[in-house]
């Protein structure tokens, strides 16, 4: 099993939060959506990792985001990778740039596939998995 994935909970594979990614997922529970930026050169950095891949800095803050941005890209998935995801085809998955800058891959939540265009307005909202996992996802933002 990866380091990053943990034992499948009511089917699904979750999120292992690392040292480096705990803050974020402290954050989602909350209803935040927190990004590392760095106290170098200012550039806001997804996934969590400990050094800045633009300066080297070590140095960093977790700063809120707007948890807005546009689909970037996307995929719809038709065929399940996993058979924890049969039961949800098709689905999509989506590369959302925010309005930091960042690329966030999640889901968009009640748009059908034939809708979702490059440039589409989200906003994330958070998803409970249970009571110790919150999910980003994402909502058309009209």
């Known amino acids: ?3 990053d994935a943990r034992p499948i909970t ?3 594979p ?3 939060p690392t040292r480096d990614a705990a803050p974020f997922y402290e954050a989602a529970a909350r209803g935040e959506l927190r990004f590392q930026r760095c106290s170098g050169c200012g ?3 997804h996934y969590p990792r400990p050094t800045c891949p633009s ?3 070590r140095e960093f803050s977790w700063e809120l985001s707007t ?3 546009v689909i970037h890209t996307w995929t719809i998935v038709r065929g399940p990778t996993l058979p924890a995801f049969e039961a949800k085809l098709p689905y999509n998955v989506v590369d959302v740039l ?3 800058g960042v690329h966030f891959v999640s889901e968009v939540l009640d748009v059908a596939p034939d809708e979702i265009r490059a440039g589409m307005r989200v906003r994330a909202v958070f998803e409970p998995v249970d009571e110790d ?3 980003v996802k994402f909502r058309r933002d009209d």
């Open 55 to 57: 300066c080297l800095s």
């Open 67 to 69: 948890g807005r941005g």
């Open 43 to 45: 550039a806001f950095r």
């Open 98 to 100: 925010l309005d930091e």
């Open 10 to 12: 009511r089917g699904f």
């Open 14 to 16: 979750r999120p292992a």
């Open 133 to 135: 996992l919150v999910l």
């Open 1 to 3: 099993m990866a380091d």
